[in-house]
């Protein structure tokens, strides 16, 4: 959500912040209908003081047994349009906070111009990718060999985006989620939380899931959203509170089920398990100081980057231009690990510093000691990491000759001795 003020006071400057999204202009539109608001708004307050003082005469005038009939007609007049005038302010603001509601986050100065992901820029990178002297293969053909990758079956359960593991690779799965988790809470700090994975309306609102979004979620039958990453439950922990400034930083992680009804364009990455309906993923959320955000966000990053490190998985960070952005980020950081088996780099984290775009939806502040005043906190969230991309990584970086794969030396103490799966 916007600050309506900052629009007030630089409507030139938020119309060329949507220009490098790739946006129109919205403030003259925004600024017209909040103006018919707060005109609506004065009229209220107006006929309102008007009433306590012709309410007052009344009371004079009957003091001296003088006739009030005009005043009390005014009086019931005034009430009339006060109720009108009122309900008038609630439309527009109800109108204005629709408009509102689907405008993306601002970039921030930093953030690299351009209209797609052509213009994102590479920040770092680190690791070799392997080579092999036989020709790698993908992660579905690998464990369909192993027999314990089945699409087959699960489109049957399913339909198409699913996936059924087994065996060692359901195991290994399993295990990379349970290391990502130990990592995050043991050396960066994070708090794991369990957080539900059903959500009402105000809580997807509040992360800017809804409404732009609605279409990508699950919806179930009695209004309920299930999550596609738990940022929207683990940022909400903080929504309509005021917390202590001394309580910051508040760092969660999680690692949940996620569901997405839209999981890529129609025909893209529809083999494999690259994109699916329902994934695992750590999430990390930081709730920080608004001086600290941007240190913030380098650290997460760093967090989610020393998951594949651990691993020895080869990747490439960058930054993301204007055009590329999600709805709510004001800077974001992808992570992009090597697959053998495309021969290319794939997204496997994003990590994003939202400001105090979600703080403003979820209404969630915090407290100097000793002062009256709020302010808005922000928000940061990301991947720490994927667990189904990174166990995609970990088939195709750690594939053999002879279709096997070996588990990486960080993984072995959550495999209990296997060392490597195989048939």
Not at 396 to 401: A, V
Request: aromatic share 6%.
């Amino acid at each position: 959500m916007h600050d309506i003020r900052f629009i007030r006071e630089n409507p030139q400057a938020f119309d060329a912040a949507l220009k490098r999204r790739g946006l129109p202009g919205s403030a003259a539109a925004i600024l017209e209908l909040d103006g018919k608001r707060r005109a609506a708004q004065t009229a209220a307050q107006e006929r309102l003081a008007r009433r306590n003082q012709a309410s007052k005469e009344i009371g004079q005038r009957k003091a001296k047994k003088e006739d009030a009939t005009d005043l009390m007609a005014e009086v019931a007049r005034l009430k009339d349009e006060i109720s009108a005038a009122e309900s008038q302010e609630r439309e527009l603001g109800t109108e204005l906070d629709g408009r509102l509601a689907v405008i993306p986050n601002l970039p921030a100065p930093e953030c690299p111009d351009g209209p797609d992901e052509t213009h994102n820029k590479e920040v770092r990178r680190w690791g070799e990718p392997p080579t092999f002297d036989f020709q790698p293969k993908d992660h579905a053909d690998l464990g369909e060999a192993l027999k314990l990758m089945d699409f087959e079956r699960a489109a049957r359960i399913s339909g198409a985006r699913f996936t059924v593991l087994s065996g060692g690779l359901a195991r290994l799965h399993r295990a990379l989620g349970q290391f990502m988790i130990d990592l995050h809470t043991g050396e960066f700090g994070y708090t794991e939380i369990d957080p539900p994975i059903l959500v009402r309306d105000k809580t997807a609102y509040g992360t800017g899931n809804l409404p732009k979004f609605a279409d990508d979620l699950f919806h179930t039958a009695d209004g309920y959203w299930l999550i596609p990453t738990a940022e929207v439950a683990l940022t909400n922990l903080v929504a309509d509170e005021i917390v202590e400034e001394t309580s910051l930083p508040r760092r969660y992680t999680a690692l949940t089920a996620c569901f997405r009804a839209e999981a890529g364009a129609a025909g893209k990455d529809t083999r494999g398990m690259l994109r699916q309906h329902q994934f695992y993923k750590v999430e990390l959320v930081s709730i920080v100081h608004p001086d600290r955000s941007n240190d913030e966000h380098e650290r997460m990053t760093a967090a989610a980057e020393e998951v594949l490190k651990r691993l020895k998985l080869p990747y490439r960070t960058i930054v993301l231009c204007t055009g590329d952005m999600g709805f709510a980020s004001r800077k974001t950081y992808d992570i992009e690990v090597w697959l053998p088996g495309q021969n290319t780099y794939r997204e496997i984290s994003s990590c994003s510093n939202c400001g105090d775009f979600q703080a403003r939806r979820m209404n969630a502040r915090f407290r100097k000691a000793g002062e009256k005043g709020t302010q808005f906190l922000h928000t940061l969230n990301g991947s720490g990491l994927a667990v189904g991309r990174t166990l995609i990584a970990v088939i195709e970086n750690y594939q053999q000759k002879d279709g096997s794969v070996r588990v990486p030396d960080a993984i072995k103490p959550y495999m209990g001795g296997v060392e490597v799966v195989t048939l």
